[in-house]
């Protein structure tokens, strides 16, 4: 909100990717059109695409974050949330996306760290992920809103550093950082945001899940009003 004075100056029109961008800069008197989002331009966001329900297997994707940071800091969660989990539903299965290549190391070494090499089975195609899993345990990011474009209900997690934390805590001035939560202007993906953020409510929201698929069907229908909100192709262009 600080930068409006700037922008409102420099500016003479704005092309916004997220709906909610739009209201926000027109409420502060700067000429705005909300274009939609670039990601609907790609083969694998089309409608045709998409998947028409959830996925049938009891499969849960660990997406951990792209930065070796983040990465560090959710998957040992993830992993003893896994764990928890195995324990009440041994036919539950773990889908781990790793981000890139350059990651693939770093995850190595925590899971090898954490004796959990044979817990998780890892993925480097995001869209393998989402196709198999019923739903995600995901890091808030772009990848949230990808997930909700596929309508896969999501936990969405974070956690950041104490310092930034603090200056979070002066900065933030909304109720979410989900991108579907901002977008709908509810929490349809639960979040677990710092010091929440742990392997106990990780497991707790999980077999909440597990143990009720209309509750898990009624996120799904809520995740497809927010893919109608973002709308279709034709951003890019």
Do not use: C
């Not at 100056?9 to 990717?17: E, G």
């Not at 499969?59 to 998957?75: D, M």
């Not at 299965?93 to 998780?120: C, D, G, M, W, Y």
């Amino acid at each position: 909100k600080g930068r409006i004075r700037k922008i409102r100056k420099r500016v003479n029109h704005m092309a916004v990717i997220l709906p909610f961008e739009s209201d926000f800069y027109s409420l502060h008197g700067v000429p705005v059109t909300y274009v939609g989002h670039p990601m609907m331009d790609s083969e694998d966001f089309s409608i045709e695409n998409l998947p028409e329900g959830l996925a049938e297997t009891e499969t849960i994707g660990f997406l951990p974050g792209s930065r070796a940071s983040e990465i560090k800091t959710h998957l040992p969660a993830m992993v003893a949330a896994a764990r928890m989990i195995r324990q009440e539903k041994p036919e539950v299965q773990f889908l781990l996306s790793i981000p890139n290549e350059k990651r693939t190391l770093l995850v190595e070494r925590i899971l090898t760290k954490l004796h959990a090499q044979e817990l998780l089975q890892k993925e480097e195609k995001l869209s393998v992920v989402f196709r198999k899993s019923r739903f995600l345990v995901a890091v808030s990011g772009t990848v949230t809103l990808q997930a909700a474009i596929w309508a896969i209900p999501t936990i969405v997690l974070y956690r950041f550093s104490h310092l930034n934390a603090l200056i979070g805590g002066l900065l933030l001035r909304v109720k979410f950082i989900g991108l579907a939560n901002l977008i709908a202007q509810k929490e349809v993906m639960p979040e677990l945001i710092q010091y929440q953020m742990t392997a106990q409510n990780i497991y707790q929201k999980s077999m909440a899940w597990l143990k009720d698929p209309t509750a898990l069907e009624n996120v799904r229908n809520e995740l497809v009003k927010v893919r109608e909100k973002v709308g279709g192709p034709g951003a890019s262009e």
